[in-house]
């Protein structure tokens, strides 16, 4: 499907403004917005060619300039902690060298594969975590970046939920959790 064609295609499902309906994330429970109100940007037709992403094919690449300073990293990753925001915590995981992912070498991609899993089990193994987010989108920058996020159990967390939801999360309640659990 080219350019155009996908435009299309996606327009057929747009309203009369070009907009798309709201994605079925936004009626999550642990969604932290309101629906109402949300509505997504109208489509723009295809830009082509696509414009580069910061550091596109290692130029001026603010990760290979070590924009992060790391909390470990061995001969070949880092992972560093990104700044404030509401969640307990992200990490950045991040190749030394440039690559993204459809380039990663063999042996990378193992060791990446390894080191997901293990931070992905440390950060689960703390008290009051329920869940370790793994996430990657690479729209953004061209070096290879891997957010994760901790997510608090339930009752451990100020965790937004809508009046009448069902429990947005099913971690056992920790009962040594701070503020009795609310
Ligand atoms: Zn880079």
């Known amino acids: 499907m080219g350019p155009e064609e996908f435009y299309a295609h996606a327009m057929r499902s747009a309203d009369g403004e070009g ?7 936004t009626g999550w429970d642990v969604f932290p917005f309101e629906r ?9 037709p295809p830009e082509l060619p696509e414009p580069g992403r910061a550091g596109e094919n290692g130029a001026d690449c603010a990760a290979c300039a070590g924009d992060l300073t790391p909390v470990w990293s061995d001969e070949h990753w880092r992972l560093a902690v990104l700044g404030a925001s509401g969640t307990p915590l992200i990490l950045m ?3 030394d060298a440039h690559h993204d992912l459809p380039d990663l070498p ?3 991609a193992s060791e990446m594969g390894l080191l997901i899993v293990r931070t992905a089990r440390a950060i689960e193994s703390l ?3 329920a869940r370790a987010h793994v996430s990657r989108w690479g729209d953004g920058g061209a070096h ?8 608090h159990r ?8 809508r009046p009448g939801s069902r429990p947005a999360l099913t971690a056992r309640r920790d009962r040594t959790a701070p503020g009795g659990g609310r």
């Open 36 to 44: 109402a109100g949300l509505r997504v940007v109208p489509l723009a």
């Open 144 to 151: 290879l970046h891997i957010p994760r996020r901790r997510r």
């Open 93 to 95: 995981l991040q190749p």
């Open 106 to 108: 063999d042996d990378r």
């Open 19 to 25: 907009r798309l309906p709201l994605s079925r994330m």
């Open 127 to 129: 008290p009051h975590i």
């Open 154 to 161: 339930q009752g451990a967390c100020p965790l937004p939920r």
